[in-house]
């Protein structure tokens, strides 16, 4: 079974940038395809970007598309999210994923917070 855990989350002002990460423990990491999601309290998870197994076939929402990249170094099992020219609306919780067998296995996420 595998288990996530997220770092580099913290607070950076407007215009400035943050890189996230998220160590997969456990299972094999180089065969998911995995996840960024975001939460901001009171409101569902959104998707952030998505990323293939082998940094192939990114996709990202259309509200960090140009500012956000998501990519992966499997020789270390952790998967990354740089995060640039931030904005208050990014304040979130940022949570890391995969799907296995039908079931989403998700980390314990890392908060964001961008404000002045």
């Known amino acids: 079974q595998v288990q996530f855990v997220e770092s580099g989350g913290g607070l950076v002002q407007p215009g400035g940038a943050l890189r996230l990460s998220c160590l997969a423990k456990?299972?094999?990491?180089?065969?998911?395809t995995m996840w960024w999601h975001r939460q901001v309290a009171g409101k569902e998870r959104e998707l952030v970007a998505i990323i293939g197994k082998g940094n192939e076939g990114t996709k990202y929402a259309d509200s960090v598309k140009g500012r956000f990249t998501i990519s992966r170094d499997n020789a270390k099992n952790t998967l990354y999210l740089q995060m640039n020219n931030l904005t208050p609306e990014d304040t979130a919780v940022y949570f890391c994923?995969?799907?296995?067998?039908?079931?989403?296995?998700w980390g314990q996420g890392t908060q964001v917070t961008v404000s002045s």
């Open positions: 456990g299972g094999i990491f180089p065969t998911y």
């Open positions: 994923s995969t799907i296995i067998l039908g079931q989403r296995y």
